[in-house]
């Protein structure tokens, strides 16, 4: 079955990494994804970008500032930030969760709400092999992924240094051989962000896992389409 994931919940329908983001992309897609940080004392925040500038009315370093500080902004139509504790109570296990860890010293935080809340249709990713190695000494059971962008150096080969079960290719970097390459060694292949029916139909012509997509409403239609 093909596994479709909201990209930062639904950020082509719903401010993106917002509950109302997170609500849309489960309901359409099963899946979502939400990107962490910390806050200035330690609590794991959605939020995807460094700074709080381009999707909040806030301004500065998302580590700066408090919870209550970051609880005040308006992240887009009357939306809050979103602690990652709130996401997990509101996917609720009635769909899957893949949490981008952004920086790799969240991972204790992140793993310790994971902990609590159960692993069974929880993914973590990372840009950094690090996290997902300490990830993975926090929490066995844990399922990690590899998130990858760049061309320089083997990216399976990387994947299984790092013990990651599924490797995230940007979609341009996708090809035949990389997914060939990583299913000789049982890693599945996830790429984004697909928002094109070409874009998914490429995909889906080289037999990937899943994919990440902005709308995953009009994704599970396409796929719905291209299988009839």
């Not at 500038?53 to 308006?74: C, F, W």
């Not at 029916?197 to 080289?206: C, P, S, V, W, Y």
Request: net charge negative.
């Amino acid at each position: 079955m093909m596994q479709i994931i909201g990209h930062r919940g639904a950020r082509a329908l719903e401010p993106e990494n917002t509950l109302r983001a997170v609500e849309r992309g489960l309901a359409c897609a099963g899946w979502v994804e939400v990107d962490v940080r910390l806050s200035r004392e330690g609590v794991p925040v959605v939020m995807h970008d460094a700074t709080l500038d381009r999707t909040t009315d806030g301004t500065g370093p998302v580590r700066d500032a408090l919870v209550v500080e970051l609880r005040r902004l308006d992240a887009g139509q009357g939306e809050r930030i979103p602690l990652l504790s709130e996401v997990l109570d509101r996917v609720g296990h009635h769909g899957g969760l893949v949490v981008e860890a952004k920086e790799e010293n969240a991972v204790p935080a992140i793993c310790s709400l994971l902990g609590a809340y159960g692993t069974g249709d929880v993914m973590l990713v990372s840009f950094h092999a690090a996290a997902l190695t300490a990830a993975r000494a926090l929490l066995p059971g844990l399922a990690t992924g590899l998130i990858v962008s760049r061309t320089e150096g083997n990216p399976v080969e990387i994947a299984v240094r790092a013990g990651a079960g599924t490797l995230l290719p940007r979609k341009d970097l996708l090809s035949e051989d990389l997914v060939q390459t990583a299913r000789r060694v049982g890693i599945r292949v996830i790429p984004w962000t697909l928002n094109s029916k070409d874009d998914i139909r490429q995909a889906m012509g080289l037999d990937v896992d899943g994919f990440a997509t902005d709308d995953p409403c009009s994704a599970r239609e396409w796929v719905k389409g291209m299988r009839n």
